[in-house]
Structures are given as structure tokens and as C-alpha cells.
């Protein structure tokens, strides 16, 4: 209920934030009496009925509080007049710290910012009395908010302590953010008394209705496409949020070092079992298998040479490749037999420890060489970083048997993306990096897309730098980069695809649709649901196609430039994919040159046609695509409980503000399209829509991840509302890039697997499901 309450006061802050803005040109505007004592009963009545804990506290401090309201009220009402009363009482109201101290029952808090509230009343009439526009400070006002309410959630939330700042062992970053965004309110204060200083009243009073940009940034403001050039500071840009998002996510990416030889366990070779002795009684309390390239190997534990006594109850099925596999044991032995029930089975190594935690080394160890010779990789406690999660276990482990042409497992998706994943493996080896660096590059390479896209979506040079803001810091982004598996892959293909696509109907340049025509390809041939992106490309070709040429279709020469046109499609839409889907599959005739490439093709799409249109099954992440544009239920990949109780998780789901701050843009996008006829705003939607849509009649098993394709022409969407505002853009735009970071940073640490108390994650569940 705490995060609960939090969320509620913190939205009602926003929403006012908003209405303040779009307000405060009109200088005949006041707050009714009627809608100011609505607010009050929102924000000061309703809160006493959700809350379960601190209700009597809260209930004396409201009764304390309403005087206080009534008589700010009446001094602005006497000092200033009627309307300023209003607006003082309703920025009271709004106040999410004042709303919080209420709610924690925490009276010297309350008291402290009262005290606070009448030194503000103080310098408001000293600013007034210097002719600042207090407009400009708003702002400040904004970030010091939310920095004091980061600062109260981090003392009372999660028991963060100052003396932890200084602490190597853990960072504090709820309240390391809170002081940062305090101190950036007391820059943006003095900047804001700088540069008013020369100021004349009656042009600050106009500067946010009428100031969009600077004059080198403005850009088409119609409702066609806005004719841009890239020009060096843009390429300065692009390298700078490369080079700092490749950095972001590399960080803590995997292990360099995973187990690499091993002994391979054959029942027609008669080497299917282990026996490993020790010199005295030994309490094994588990035993880790750290399994090669197959996975649901079964194995039996003995614990003597008749085969009779097993310490399991049952066969114990070790699901994961490339992964720490636990098998508990819980018995005094002095011998232990290990036997594998498949046909083969390959072990990388063995990790047997006692009952306090330690390792136990067998007395026969030197037998069996491979399986204890890198003991010193154990990690303790493994999680993601030195194993696979989710399903790496299928991509991963499919990109190794590529690159050594063994049986290949996962055939349920086109090959490409996993020809990729083997590329980092090739270079780096067959560990958690290795596997998860080309979708490193992969997320990486999106950010110049997104920029270059901002860019030509509004003609000016911030909102490609916004662009780029909200598509490093979405939180799918960034966990499917640091994850092997081909959602980045195919989602860098499609974010291509859609980008050329607008820049051939934006510039009518006939070069982009050949790239077009080549990302799309590659899409394809990485996961069929680059098919969906085809037929929004479709629709918005043949759109401009018609709009362009059936007023001009008795033109002489008309006919030609449609024919030289149909050429270069044909070619870019239908040959190179063609080829390239068909060269993807050249893995398969290494492994099974039974078949030619073009049998491979035909046979392999009949299996994923059948698998894809039949695979359902019970899954606790599952989700609906109305579950996808709510947010509502994560995808868990990687959870641990570490020695200490802190836990270390990773999980995947949407930025918030993306998810529900996008559906509002693109309800913005389709009222332009509906009533402004916008080309712009229809490409965004259709191209939305086409990623969505499908998803309606298909019934299978899906999760949330399917919906990063369509999630990210939402980052587009906001950006094209946000450059569409006639008032207080760049503000807009400034805080919504800043929410969008602080979000991120709140949420890092169950997007990356850093260690974070039980506390810290369970705050975090905004949601039922998160």
C-alpha cells in the first residue's frame, strides 16, 4: 500500500505539473474555490482510506494541516488577490513531499516543511519585487520535489543512510539520486536568477508561450516532412550516446571464464558413470554440475558400487546448458557414483560441497582431470553473470553447435540471429560475455537509428538527441541487449527497416528502399515476425504510392518512373530477402547435407509454421497483448538469493513511461492523422499497429518481449507529440527526458542482476505482477 500511496501522490503531482503548464499563459485563469476544496478532498481525505498503516497519525496531522491551508489562503488571498490564493493553495495541495510527510505520520517533518513553505512565501515576494518571472523557477521547483521525495523513500523505504555514501561495499542510489537531483534544483535556481536578470517583465511572461527552440534548431513546423541535412554536430552526438551506451551496457555484462573441458558420459562407448571416493565419511550436501552444450540430461546418484543405494529420491533431470545445475544430496559418503541415463551427456565440471558450504575435492580426482581442474571458477552462488538464464539456454547453446557443426537443437526461428550470437562466441569463447556481446552491438547500433530518426521526424537536432534519451534508457532495450537470445537482433533490424522506409517516403530518395529492402531481409531471417513489419512498409509505401501518382497518371513519362520504381522494389522486396533468408540456412547443410539449402528452407518453415501455430502451454510470465500495453506483467529471466539475503534479478519489461506515456502520444498520433490529415503521424501509427495487431488472432504462449518492436515506435510517438506542442516544448521535453533517466536509474538494479536488498525489489512492484 506504501507504493501504492507513493504512486498516487506522485501522479497527482505530475498531472497538475501538466495542467499548470497549459495554463499559465492565460493570464484571466484561476482555480475555482469549488475545484481547489475537490482536490483537497483527493488529496487529504481520500489517502486516509487506502492507507493501512499510520492512519491515526495521519488523521491528527490533516487536522493540523487544514488550518495551515486556510490560512495560506488567506494571506495570498490578501497579499497578492484572488487568483494567486488559488494557485498558492492548489501548488500546496499538490506538494508531493508535504502529501508524504501526512502519509508517514511524521510530524516534525511536516512541521520542517511548513517552515520551509513561509521562507518560500518570502523569496517569492523578493523575486517578485526583483520583476522575475516566477514561471522561469518552476522548474527547479520541479527537480527539487522530486529529489526531497527520492530522499524521504530512501530513508523510510528502504533505510538508506548517508554513511553509506561513502561505503565501497554498496552504493545508496535512491539517495545518491535525491542529492544530485537537490543539487541540480540549486543550479537550475541560480541559472534561472542569471539569465532573467536583463530580462523586462512583460517578455518573461511571454517567453513560454511563444520560446520553442533556437533559431538554428527550428525546423518544419507543417504537417509535411521536415527536409533535413546531418551535419557534424550530429555525428559528434551519435558517437558520444554510442560509445556511452555500449559502455552502459557492457557493464557487468557476464563472465569472461566459464568451464570449457570436460569428459563426455556414453552409454555405447560403456562410459556413462563416475565414481568419485573420499578418504573419510564426508557430508555432501550438493552436488553442481556444470553441463555442456545438451541439456535434460537425467542422472542417478549412488552411494555404493551396487548400484542399489541412491541418495536421490528419484533421477534428477539437469536442464540447463552451459549452467550451474544443483542436485542435493544431504548424506555422509564415502563414495559417490554418478550415472547418466541418456545416451550421452557431456560435463564441463563438478562441484561437490560439504555441509558448510565448502568444497570437497574426491581422493580420486586426479581420474578424472577435466571435471576438477577449473574449480577456481566456481563462483559460490552462481547467477546470470556466470551462467545462461532463460533462453539463452536454446540461442546460446544453438549459436555453439553452429560454430562446431554439432546436431543443431533450436530450429523454431530462422537462423540468422543465431549465426550472430556464434560470432561472439568464435571471438571470445564459449562464455557468458562470448555469448551476449553481439547483442551488445546489436542494442548499441539502435541508438544512432533512434537519433537519426528524432532528427528527421521534427527537423531539429534535440529531439534526435530525446530520441536516442528514451531509446537507452527503455528498459526492454536494455535488458534484451545483455541477454542471448534474438529479440535485440531482430528488434535492430526492424527499427532499420521502418527508418529507411520513412526516409524514402520523407525524401523520395529511391537509395533508401534497397536498405529497406536488406533490413527487412535480415529481420526475416532472424524471426518471422519481421513479417508483420513488411506489411506495415507495405501499406505505407503504397500509400505515398498513390497519393504521388494517381493525380499525375496522364502525365507523359508517368508510366516509366513507375516501372523503373516497380523494378527497384521487386529487387529490394522480394530478391534480397529471398537470398538472404535462403543463405541463413547454410548451418543447416553442414550439419545435415542430406538436404540442399532450399529443402532446408521449405522443410524447416513447415516445423516453425506448425510449432508457432500449436505451442501452448502454462507459464507464469505468460502475457496477452493487452497485458503488453498495460505493463502489467513482467517476464522474469534471472533471479538469485545471495548468501548475504540480497538478491540479484533481472527482468524484462517496459519503462513506464514508455508504455503508458507512448499510448498517449500515439492517441495524439492517430487525432493527427484523423483530423490533420499528418503523413507523419499516419507512418507512426501504421507502423505501430503492424507490429500490434497480429498479435490479436494469434493464440499461443507469448510474453512481453514480443511487444518491443511495437513498444518501440512508441519512443517515435512521443517524440513527434512532444515537437507538436505550441507551448512550454522545451520544458516538456527536458522533463520528460529526465523522468526518463531517473526511472532507469530507479529501476537498474532488477534490469541488470546488481545485488539490491529484498526491500529495495519489493518497492519497485508498482504493479500486482511486477
Given at each position: 500500500?506504501?507504493?501504492?500511496?507513493?504512486?498516487?501522490?506522485?501522479?497527482?503531482?505530475?498531472?497538475?505539473?501538466?495542467?499548470?503548464?497549459?495554463?499559465?499563459?492565460?493570464?484571466?485563469?484561476?482555480?475555482?474555490?469549488?475545484?481547489?476544496?475537490?482536490?483537497?478532498?483527493?488529496?487529504?481525505?481520500?489517502?486516509?482510506?487506502?492507507?493501512?498503516?499510520?492512519?491515526?497519525?495521519?488523521?491528527?496531522?490533516?487536522?493540523?494541516?487544514?488550518?495551515?491551508?486556510?490560512?495560506?489562503?488567506?494571506?495570498?488571498?490578501?497579499?497578492?488577490?484572488?487568483?494567486?490564493?488559488?494557485?498558492?493553495?492548489?501548488?500546496?495541495?499538490?506538494?508531493?513531499?508535504?502529501?508524504?510527510?501526512?502519509?508517514?505520520?511524521?510530524?516534525?517533518?511536516?512541521?520542517?516543511?511548513?517552515?520551509?513553505?513561509?521562507?518560500?512565501?518570502?523569496?517569492?515576494?523578493?523575486?517578485?519585487n526583483q520583476k522575475y518571472s516566477l514561471f522561469f523557477?518552476?522548474?527547479?521547483?520541479?527537480?527539487?520535489?522530486?529529489?526531497?521525495?527520492?530522499?524521504?523513500?530512501?530513508?523510510?523505504?528502504?533505510?538508506?543512510?548517508?554513511?553509506?555514501?561513502?561505503?565501497?561495499?554498496?552504493?545508496?542510489?535512491?539517495?545518491?539520486?535525491?542529492?544530485?537531483?537537490?543539487?541540480?534544483?540549486?543550479?537550475?535556481?541560480?541559472?534561472?536568477?542569471?539569465?532573467?536578470?536583463?530580462?523586462?517583465?512583460?517578455?518573461?511572461?511571454?517567453?513560454?508561450?511563444?520560446?520553442?527552440?533556437?533559431?538554428?534548431?527550428?525546423?518544419?513546423?507543417?504537417?509535411?516532412?521536415?527536409?533535413?541535412?546531418?551535419?557534424?554536430?550530429?555525428?559528434?552526438?551519435?558517437?558520444?550516446?554510442?560509445?556511452?551506451?555500449?559502455?552502459?551496457?557492457?557493464?557487468?555484462?557476464?563472465s569472461h571464464q566459464a568451464p570449457a573441458s570436460g569428459?563426455?558420459?556414453?552409454?555405447?562407448?560403456?562410459?556413462?558413470?563416475?565414481?568419485?571416493?573420499?578418504?573419510?565419511?564426508?557430508?555432501?550436501?550438493?552436488?553442481?554440475?556444470?553441463?555442456?552444450?545438451?541439456?535434460?540430461?537425467?542422472?542417478?546418484?549412488?552411494?555404493?558400487?551396487?548400484?542399489?543405494?541412491?541418495?536421490?529420491?528419484?533421477?534428477?533431470?539437469?536442464?540447463?546448458?552451459?549452467?550451474?545445475?544443483?542436485?542435493?544430496?544431504?548424506?555422509?559418503?564415502?563414495?559417490?557414483?554418478?550415472?547418466?541415463?541418456?545416451?550421452?551427456?557431456?560435463?564441463?565440471?563438478?562441484?561437490?560441497?560439504?555441509?558448510?558450504?565448502?568444497?570437497?575435492?574426491?581422493?580420486?580426482?586426479?581420474?578424472?582431470?577435466?571435471?576438477?581442474?577449473?574449480?577456481?571458477?566456481?563462483?559460490?552462488?552462481?547467477?546470470?553473470?556466470?551462467?545462461?538464464?532463460?533462453?539463452?539456454?536454446?540461442?546460446?547453446?544453438?549459436?555453439?553447435?553452429?560454430?562446431?557443426?554439432?546436431?543443431?537443437?533450436?530450429?523454431?526461428?530462422?537462423?540468422?540471429?543465431?549465426?550472430?550470437?556464434?560470432?561472439?562466441?568464435?571471438?571470445?569463447?564459449?562464455?557468458?560475455?562470448?555469448?551476449?556481446?553481439?547483442?551488445?552491438?546489436?542494442?548499441?547500433?539502435?541508438?544512432?537509428?533512434?537519433?537519426?530518426?528524432?532528427?528527421?521526424?521534427?527537423?531539429?537536432?534535440?529531439?534526435?538527441?530525446?530520441?536516442?534519451?528514451?531509446?537507452?534508457?527503455?528498459?526492454?532495450?536494455?535488458?534484451?541487449?545483455?541477454?542471448?537470445?534474438?529479440?535485440?537482433?531482430?528488434?535492430?533490424?526492424?527499427?532499420?527497416?521502418?527508418?529507411?522506409?520513412?526516409?524514402?517516403?520523407?525524401?523520395?530518395?529511391?537509395?533508401?528502399?534497397?536498405?529497406?529492402?536488406?533490413?527487412?531481409?535480415?529481420?526475416?531471417?532472424?524471426?518471422?515476425?519481421?513479417?508483420?513489419?513488411?506489411?506495415?512498409?507495405?501499406?505505407?509505401?503504397?500509400?505515398?504510392?498513390?497519393?504521388?501518382?494517381?493525380?499525375?497518371?496522364?502525365?507523359?513519362?508517368?508510366?516509366?518512373?513507375?516501372?523503373?520504381?516497380?523494378?527497384?522494389?521487386?529487387?529490394?522486396?522480394?530478391?534480397?530477402?529471398?537470398?538472404?533468408?535462403?543463405?541463413?540456412?547454410?548451418?543447416?547443410?553442414?550439419?545435415?547435407?542430406?538436404?540442399?539449402?532450399?529443402?532446408?528452407?521449405?522443410?524447416?518453415?513447415?516445423?516453425?509454421?506448425?510449432?508457432?501455430?500449436?505451442?501452448?502451454?502454462?507459464?507464469?510470465?505468460?502475457?496477452?497483448?493487452?497485458?503488453?500495453?498495460?505493463?502489467?506483467?513482467?517476464?522474469?529471466?534471472?533471479?538469485?538469493?545471495?548468501?548475504?539475503?540480497?538478491?540479484?534479478?533481472?527482468?524484462?519489461?517496459?519503462?513506464?513511461?514508455?508504455?503508458?506515456?507512448?499510448?498517449?502520444?500515439?492517441?495524439?498520433?492517430?487525432?493527427?492523422?484523423?483530423?490533420?490529415?499528418?503523413?507523419?503521424?499516419?507512418?507512426?501509427?501504421?507502423?505501430?499497429?503492424?507490429?500490434?495487431?497480429?498479435?490479436?488472432?494469434?493464440?499461443?504462449?507469448?510474453?512481453?518481449?514480443?511487444?518491443?518492436?511495437?513498444?518501440?515506435?512508441?519512443?517515435?510517438?512521443?517524440t513527434y507529440g512532444i515537437s507538436r506542442l505550441k507551448?512550454?516544448?522545451?520544458?516538456?521535453?527536458?522533463?520528460?527526458?529526465?523522468?526518463?533517466?531517473?526511472?532507469?536509474?530507479?529501476?537498474?538494479?532488477?534490469?541488470?542482476?546488481?545485488?539490491?536488498?529484498?526491500?529495495?525489489?519489493?518497492?519497485?512492484?508498482?504493479?500486482?505482477?511486477?
Amino acid at each position: 500500500m506504501t507504493s501504492f500511496y507513493i504512486s498516487y501522490t506522485v501522479l497527482g503531482f505530475i498531472f497538475y505539473c501538466v495542467f499548470y503548464f497549459r495554463r499559465n499563459g492565460d493570464s484571466d485563469f484561476s482555480y475555482p474555490v469549488s475545484l481547489v476544496w475537490v482536490c483537497y478532498l483527493l488529496l487529504r481525505v481520500l489517502p486516509f482510506f487506502f492507507l493501512q498503516e499510520n492512519r491515526f497519525n495521519y488523521l491528527v496531522l490533516a487536522l493540523m494541516d487544514l488550518p495551515v491551508f486556510l490560512l495560506l489562503g488567506f494571506l495570498l488571498g490578501r497579499i497578492y488577490g484572488a487568483r494567486l490564493k488559488s494557485y498558492g493553495q492548489m501548488h500546496y495541495l499538490f506538494t508531493p513531499f508535504l502529501s508524504l510527510c501526512l502519509g508517514y505520520g511524521k510530524a516534525l517533518l511536516l512541521l520542517c516543511n511548513l517552515v520551509l513553505l513561509f521562507i518560500l512565501l518570502i523569496l517569492i515576494q523578493e523575486l517578485k519585487n526583483q520583476k522575475y518571472s516566477l514561471f522561469f523557477f518552476y522548474p527547479a521547483w520541479i527537480i527539487l520535489q522530486a529529489g526531497a521525495i527520492l530522499l524521504l523513500y530512501a530513508v523510510r523505504e528502504q533505510h538508506q543512510t548517508f554513511q553509506q555514501l561513502i561505503s565501497v561495499d554498496s552504493i545508496p542510489m535512491t539517495l545518491s539520486l535525491g542529492l544530485f537531483l537537490l543539487g541540480s534544483a540549486l543550479v537550475l535556481f541560480i541559472l534561472s536568477c542569471r539569465y532573467q536578470t536583463n530580462l523586462p517583465e512583460a517578455l518573461l511572461h511571454k517567453i513560454p508561450s511563444d520560446f520553442v527552440g533556437s533559431t538554428a534548431e527550428s525546423g518544419c513546423v507543417r504537417d509535411d516532412f521536415p527536409q533535413v541535412h546531418i551535419r557534424k554536430q550530429d555525428i559528434v552526438h551519435i558517437l558520444l550516446l554510442t560509445v556511452l551506451t555500449f559502455t552502459l551496457l557492457s557493464f557487468r555484462l557476464g563472465s569472461h571464464q566459464a568451464p570449457a573441458s570436460g569428459c563426455i558420459l556414453s552409454s555405447e562407448m560403456g562410459t556413462d558413470e563416475i565414481t568419485l571416493t573420499f578418504e573419510k565419511s564426508v557430508s555432501i550436501s550438493r552436488v553442481y554440475v556444470f553441463l555442456g552444450y545438451e541439456s535434460k540430461r537425467d542422472f542417478t546418484f549412488f552411494s555404493k558400487a551396487n548400484k542399489t543405494d541412491a541418495v536421490t529420491s528419484s533421477q534428477e533431470t539437469l536442464t540447463s546448458p552451459f549452467a550451474w545445475n544443483s542436485v542435493d544430496i544431504g548424506q555422509s559418503l564415502t563414495e559417490l557414483r554418478l550415472r547418466s541415463e541418456e545416451d550421452e551427456a557431456q560435463l564441463l565440471e563438478l562441484i561437490l560441497l560439504d555441509s558448510d558450504g565448502h568444497l570437497v575435492l574426491p581422493a580420486n580426482a586426479a581420474q578424472y582431470p577435466e571435471l576438477f581442474d577449473e574449480q577456481a571458477l566456481w563462483p559460490g552462488t552462481p547467477t546470470f553473470y556466470e551462467q545462461t538464464m532463460f533462453d539463452e539456454v536454446y540461442h546460446g547453446r544453438t549459436a555453439y553447435e553452429f560454430l562446431h557443426g554439432l546436431p543443431i537443437y533450436e530450429n523454431t526461428h530462422p537462423p540468422l540471429g543465431k549465426i550472430l550470437i556464434s560470432g561472439g562466441i568464435a571471438l571470445f569463447g564459449m562464455n557468458p560475455f562470448g555469448w551476449r556481446i553481439v547483442n551488445v552491438l546489436c542494442g548499441t547500433l539502435m541508438i544512432p537509428f533512434a537519433y537519426l530518426w528524432g532528427l528527421r521526424l521534427t527537423g531539429r537536432r534535440r529531439f534526435g538527441l530525446f530520441s536516442a534519451i528514451l531509446m537507452m534508457t527503455g528498459f526492454q532495450h536494455f535488458t534484451l541487449s545483455r541477454i542471448a537470445t534474438i529479440d535485440i537482433t531482430v528488434a535492430v533490424f526492424l527499427l532499420a527497416a521502418f527508418y529507411f522506409q520513412y526516409c524514402f517516403i520523407s525524401t523520395e530518395k529511391r537509395r533508401y528502399l534497397p536498405l529497406c529492402g536488406l533490413a527487412l531481409a535480415c529481420a526475416l531471417s532472424t524471426k518471422w515476425t519481421g513479417a508483420y513489419a513488411a506489411l506495415g512498409i507495405a501499406l505505407v509505401f503504397f500509400l505515398w504510392f498513390f497519393e504521388k501518382y494517381l493525380p499525375l497518371r496522364k502525365q507523359a513519362g508517368i508510366r516509366k518512373q513507375v516501372l523503373q520504381l516497380t523494378l527497384i522494389c521487386m529487387v529490394s522486396f522480394l530478391v534480397i530477402p529471398a537470398v538472404i533468408y535462403t543463405l541463413s540456412y547454410l548451418p543447416f547443410t553442414r550439419v545435415y547435407p542430406e538436404q540442399n539449402l532450399l529443402q532446408h528452407v521449405i522443410s524447416n518453415g513447415q516445423l516453425m509454421l506448425r510449432y508457432h501455430a500449436h505451442t501452448v502451454f502454462e507459464h507464469p510470465y505468460a502475457s496477452e497483448w493487452y497485458d503488453w500495453i498495460l505493463d502489467r506483467v513482467p517476464l522474469l529471466d534471472s533471479y538469485t538469493v545471495l548468501p548475504d539475503g540480497r538478491l540479484s534479478i533481472v527482468k524484462t519489461f517496459l519503462n513506464p513511461l514508455i508504455a503508458w506515456g507512448g499510448i498517449l502520444a500515439l492517441l495524439f498520433c492517430i487525432l493527427r492523422w484523423r483530423y490533420r490529415r499528418d503523413r507523419q503521424a499516419r507512418t507512426l501509427v501504421l507502423f505501430y499497429l503492424s507490429m500490434l495487431l497480429p498479435w490479436l488472432f494469434i493464440h499461443r504462449t507469448v510474453f512481453i518481449y514480443q511487444y518491443f518492436g511495437a513498444a518501440l515506435i512508441l519512443i517515435f510517438c512521443i517524440t513527434y507529440g512532444i515537437s507538436r506542442l505550441k507551448r512550454h516544448q522545451t520544458r516538456v521535453l527536458v522533463l520528460t527526458g529526465a523522468l526518463s533517466l531517473a526511472l532507469f536509474a530507479l529501476f537498474y538494479p532488477v534490469l541488470s542482476g546488481l545485488p539490491v536488498s529484498g526491500t529495495y525489489v519489493r518497492q519497485l512492484a508498482w504493479l500486482p505482477r511486477w
